[in-house]
């Protein structure tokens, strides 16, 4: 709402701890004083009743005074109707007509942008009136009024009304609501409905608690829809359905019935009801025991959302709302108002008119920051950013980001700092100074922009003197994964060589001084540097960047620190046979500086001495490359058992059964596990496609605990069906290309084949080809030339 006095927010009646386990659950319904025009009024007169449109709200007074408000409480109109207390307004759905009844008996109905109008004034109280919802079409001309009875106008077609009796006897009425057809109405006795195309009543709805008095505890009326009426009297609710009744059923019944779909009970007296979708909104007023006292207090009335269901309902949430003057008021006092069109509640008391409305994502973020839950607040703006109108997900995430701060958590700080600041730099600027002030610079190194867009050179140089004072590593570590765009490389050059000074020996400044060197391209002193450290980089950087001219006089300084393994390997991936004769020598080299290339070199290499290579591995305790030798040799079982005692994995032993593929392995490693349940579970779940798994079931000792058995025997099933899916499915495609074949092979056998001069019996005749020849007679006949041993012949 645009002008108000200040937000209404629930109540803190007690502090216990169910208080507190509730204020950690979000409120469904925000609250706003109406103010402006409605804050003046209310101070000189007091609100007795009000009706809501989509466009404007109608005000009643105890003075008998009408007002026309806007939704921001704002005066437009003003009617002096009576000197007493207006009773009821009624609007009909276009907002063009208003209906008003007084305590003195006065009824007026009249335009709003016309004339016409009704206007009559009776010797008794009227209660209630209700105008037809399409009262401006000339056919729809209708309205109720209520006092001791039930009345309706109509006008005919000679311009006059038409007044008819619909209910007396009962008591006064105290409310009515008109629906479309329907016309629902309440006295001492009950509910009625009653069908204006039918002109008949189709239910009477009893009061359940006879004993409240009717005009302190008044019935609370609204259709929900066409069809559904919302009852509440006292402490019951009733949900009410109308139907049609089945034809064959009429006699003489209505055409419609009422059906109670709801019926339950509340805590506190209601006082007005309104839908929200599936929903309830129930205003409720609240009497409370005085401590030590046997007297009632009035407290606030409480506004809840309610889930109904046929015989409960269930409380979705609750606030208890604090009004002017709510002390001095009675159950009477209030009433709850709705707007169809936007989801709107208007609590009306007789100093104080309150509206509710559902939480947007405003509200719900605001929630959420109040909370400190900053992360689902920066989740939710990012989810509802084109829908949001208060905040900005940038500010959120500083927020977020402060609160990390504060809480010292500097890393998940500096991580979400990636995603809130992204491109703003001056941002990004002004938290890395902060950083810096909190001594925090390493925490948000890693997460700096680096690609097309970066910042000043000067921050990432003044990161990299922060590492360099501290950390050697990180500092290595920040000039690998840093383009070198980023910063001035001489100035990052220049403060290494300057602690170089103080700590000339330091291998991690002097390799990351090489890099520099080379990104800087200055590469004979890159390569001075890595000869000296005798760095394994050398030869990459000779090769990457040509450098042979720059190592003719540094040949045997290259050789000396790593001999062959610097050309050998290279030898071997361009050509596996050109250097054999070094082979035997490689694996003691690869054994002794390059474990990891030793497995690939023996699978690659076919001119290895096996049994030397064996002697190496077996000497260092290599066991994978000891059971790959021994594999190759054909020693598969000690292969098998060094995989299973040495390495203890399950999974590598089953794939080498695999690669193998020997039953007599598969029966070893049966028997080496039988007694190991883990080993069970790894074979039950890979054992089923290559071998029984009854084989395996079967040496299960009975009793053993065996980890994810069920998964195991499940899935050994399930490899089974799929295997028999798969025959079954080969199968059908084998069999179709077999009778596709065979359709094929028959129709080529049956077809006749013409030759040069003559022709041949495609059919045998007693096992051989039967040759024929052209008869002179008849030219185009052609017959055996075995006579007797052929009964076909053959057209060209």
Known sequence: MAEVEKEIKPSDDSTDDSEEEESEEEPKLKYERLANGVTEILQKDAASCMTVHDKFLALGTHFGKVYLLDVQGNVTQKFEISSVKINQISLDEGGEHVGICSEDGKVQVFGLYTREGFHEHFDCPVKVVALHPQFSRSNNKQFVTGGNKLLLYERNWL?????????????????????????????????????????????????????????MYPCSLCWKDSATLIIGWGTSVKICAVKERDPTELRDLPSRYVEIVSAFDTEFYICGLAPLADQLVVLYYVKENADQMEEEIRARPRLDIVQPLPEVCEEISSDALTVRHFQQNECRDYCLEHSEGEPLFYIISPKDIVVAKERDQDDHIDWLLDKKKYEEALMAAEISFKNIKR???????????NHLVEKGDYDAAARKCQKVLGKNMELWENEVYRFKTIGQLKAISQYLPRGDLRLRPAIYEMILHEFLKSDFEGFAMLIREWPGELYNNMTIVQAVNDHLKKDPANHTLLTTLAELYTYDQRYDKALEIYLRLRHKDVYQLIHKHNLFSSIEDKIVLLMDFDKEVGYLHKLFKRDHHKGQKYHERQISLYAEYDRPNLLPFLRESTHCPLEKALEICQQRNFVEETVFLLSRMGN????????????????????????????????????????????????????????????????????????????????????????????EGCKKILVADSLSLLKKMHRTQMRGIQVDGRCFCIKYCTGKLCQLRQSQKNRGLAVCSVPGNCINSVVR
């Open 159 to 215: 311009n006059r009304w038409k007044m008819v009796t619909l209910h007396e006897g009962e008591g006064t009425i105290t409310k009515v609501k008109w629906r479309a057809n329907l016309i629902a109405w309440s006295n001492a006795v009950g509910v009625k409905i009653y069908d204006i195309s039918t002109k008949q009543r189709i239910t009477n709805v009893l009061r359940d608690n006879t004993s409240l008095r009717p005009d």
């Open 391 to 401: 905040h900005d997900v940038q500010k959120i995430g500083m927020a977020y980001i």
């Open 636 to 727: 598969c079982r000690r292969a098998l058992q060094m995989v299973m005692e040495e390495l203890g994995d399950v999974d590598k032993a089953i794939e080498f059964a695999k690669d193998q593929d020997d039953a007599e392995l598969w029966e070893d490693l049966i028997s080496y596990s039988i007694d190991k349940p883990p080993f069970i579970t790894g074979l039950l779940n890979n054992i089923g496609t290559h071998v029984d798994p009854i084989l395996l079931i079967c040496h299960i000792k009975e009793g053993m605990e065996i980890p994810n058995l069920r998964d195991s025997l499940v899935k050994i099933l399930q490899d089974y069906n799929l295997q028999i899916l798969l025959r």
